[in-house]
């Protein structure tokens, strides 16, 4: 009896060190940071053939720049030798194409395309230790790009020189106000502009369910007549729900109601150190399955359109599964948003998610029983350092200005946690072992096989995900015995999701495969599929009514008190105001 417990203890010892490690790593495992440095340094120091290419590269670009200096002084129109990556905009601006400041970004442009070739392809790297050092890379060279510094970006200095250098006076009061902010745990500055049931989500609803895990919202119809069907939305654990009620003119919710479909929504409750336990089969009888049940209460002998965003979708596919295995029949379609049911392209997100990197979370989540919202705020900006760290550091530290709050921002800024136990298990079992494309994800006793799923089902990915890559999703064609309709939309994880009719600029590519069509590669799909102007909103709509009955019916009661399920409280409820 002593032994276990002996071990426990060396174990706990383990995991303290750890957890006090993290602070200073940011959440990420040295051991881990050090295990893909040693590879990638052991195979170049072994590939002398690496190391002259390396070095004819080198000789190539100094030469390149060489040329364009002197062609340069000649002609000052000369164009630049070397042109930023598609998105990169820090040296585009008329100030930048101007000696010395052409040079510099040049400079640093050219130093960035070897630091590229460094440390790709050299020869015996595991794939995944490649991918960490260029991302480090990638790092170090963001953190000393000249746009960051007061004393080589010409933007800024012209700016000092129309202020009188009050753009650092302002940047700096600017820098000490998020200071503050963050050590007070205060949100972000403007946030406070977008409140849940005041400025966003403010649809008409009422929570008809609520249990230990989640508040169930039934909205008001905006129609005389809907759709006998409802609609089941399930959004991300990771997220507030009201990315899909946001301001009343870009909120998706409004609008399937406008157009007569009765919507059912789950508001997770924000887990504390108390639901460390909670677990991922957890969240799919409480969350998924607890809302069917109530739906079914409120309107019995109906099939339901159930819909995931993100991991909202890859817990639908669970249940959804598990629920054809089991011959329940309740579901009418599944639609699943920038959600992964195969997990062995996961994108960006995969840099941190190795043996090591998770023994390391798993560390730091027993020592507080969840997973912080400011630990997985801190990876997602690194995947877009650019973007969300460095031009900011600009933008409001050095140019002294504000950017104006909106509502995706601020809903972005409204986090979450994830129990100890659940997030774990997530890890594991999907992203590392893949576990539910494989047919070995166990829910009570078998296999939840997505081959399963005859119900028809909409898939929607996004052109520029960095967190569920659209060809990731895609894989959805190889895994579902089913009639898939897939969207590509224009956008990223989350904007392409909230693109609502209006929205300048959008596109989205649709085609359906039949249960019996062959399958084709995302490239083939791409090249087939015609591009079409607009939101997909329309189309998804569409797809559901013509999947419905074709007669429409009157409005059901909100809430079902005859089966104890009462509309107890007005939406946005109580789960998504807790912080």
């Not at 002996?6 to 051991?31: C, F, H, I, Q, V």
């Not at 990197?357 to 630990?375: C, H, K």
């Not at 995706?408 to 129990?419: K, Y």
Request: aromatic fraction near 8%; charged fraction near 20%.
């Amino acid at each position: 009896m002593g032994e276990p417990t002996e071990l426990e203890g060396y174990r706990a010892l383990d995991r303290m060190s750890d957890a006090l490690l993290a602070p200073a790593t940011g959440g990420l495992s040295p051991a881990a940071l050090t295990l893909a440095l040693t590879d990638w340094a052991i195979h170049l120091a072994m590939a002398p053939g690496k190391r002259a290419e390396l070095a004819q590269k080198a000789l190539r670009k100094a030469g390149r720049l060489t040329a364009h200096l002197a062609a340069a002084a000649i002609d000052p129109e000369t164009p630049p030798c070397i042109e930023p990556l598609p998105g990169d905009e820090r040296f585009t601006t008329e100030e930048w194409q101007h000696f010395p400041f052409n040079i510099m970004a040049q400079t640093f442009l050219l130093n960035q395309q070897w630091w590229h070739n460094v440390t790709h392809d050299v020869p015996g790297v595991a794939p995944h230790h490649q991918d960490v050092m260029s991302f480090a890379a990638r790092q170090i060279l963001d953190m000393v790009s000249p746009s960051n510094s007061p004393f080589s970006n010409p933007v800024v200095m012209k700016r000092a020189a129309e202020t009188g250098g009050m753009n650092f006076a302002k940047g700096f009061a600017n820098w000490i106000e998020d200071l503050n902010r963050q050590a007070t745990k205060q949100p972000t500055a403007g946030t406070e502009a977008f409140r849940p049931g005041k400025e966003v989500a403010v649809t008409p609803g009422r929570v008809v369910y609520r249990n230990r895990l989640i508040e169930l919202i039934q909205y008001a119809p905006a129609t005389e007549t809907v759709y006998a069907e409802p609609v089941l939305i399930v959004p991300a654990w990771i997220m507030k729900y009201y990315i899909l009620d946001l301001s009343p003119e870009n909120s998706l919710i409004r609008y399937l109601v406008s157009r007569g479909h009765t919507v059912f929504c789950i508001s997770w409750h924000n887990p504390n150190a108390a639901d460390r336990d909670l677990g991922l089969d957890d969240y799919r009888r409480m969350g998924v399955m607890a809302a069917l049940d109530a739906i079914s209460a409120i309107l019995p002998d109906r099939k339901i359109h159930a819909t995931g965003y993100c991991l909202g979708g890859t817990l639908l596919a669970i249940a959804a599964s598990a629920m054809a295995r089991a011959k329940d029949e309740r579901l009418a379609s599944v639609t699943m948003f920038a959600a992964q049911t195969d997990f062995t392209e996961p994108g960006e997100l995969a840099l941190f998610i190795d043996d090591s990197q998770l023994n390391f979370l798993e560390s730091v989540m027993w020592n507080r029983g969840y997973l912080s919202a400011d630990q997985m705020a801190g990876a997602f900006q690194l995947l877009r350092s650019n973007d969300l760290i460095w031009s900011r550091m600009v933008h409001d530290y050095m140019m002294g200005e504000r950017s104006e709050m909106i509502d995706l921002m601020a809903w972005n800024a409204d986090t979450t946690r994830m129990p100890f136990r659940m997030h774990s298990e997530y890890l594991q079992r999907l992203y590392l072992d893949n576990e539910l494309a494989a047919g070995r994800f166990m829910v009570d006793d078998h296999p939840a096989a997505l081959q399963n799923i005859r119900v028809p089902t909409f898939v929607v990915g996004t052109e520029r995900d960095h967190v569920a890559p659209w060809k990731s999703v895609y894989k959805i064609h190889y895994l579902a015995d089913t009639d898939v309709t897939f969207v590509l939309t224009s956008g990223g994880h989350n904007a392409g999701i909230v693109s609502e009719p209006g929205h300048a600029h959008r596109h989205f590519r649709m085609a359906t495969k039949r249960a019996s069509d062959p399958c084709v590669s995302p490239e083939e799909w791409a090249a087939e599929a015609r591009s079409q102007d607009g939101s997909w909103w329309p189309s998804w709509s569409d797809w559901l009514a013509g999947h419905s009955a074709a007669k429409k019916v009157a409005p059901p009661p909100i809430g079902s008190s005859e089966n104890g399920d009462v509309a107890d409280q007005a939406a946005p409820g109580t789960y998504v105001l807790q912080r």
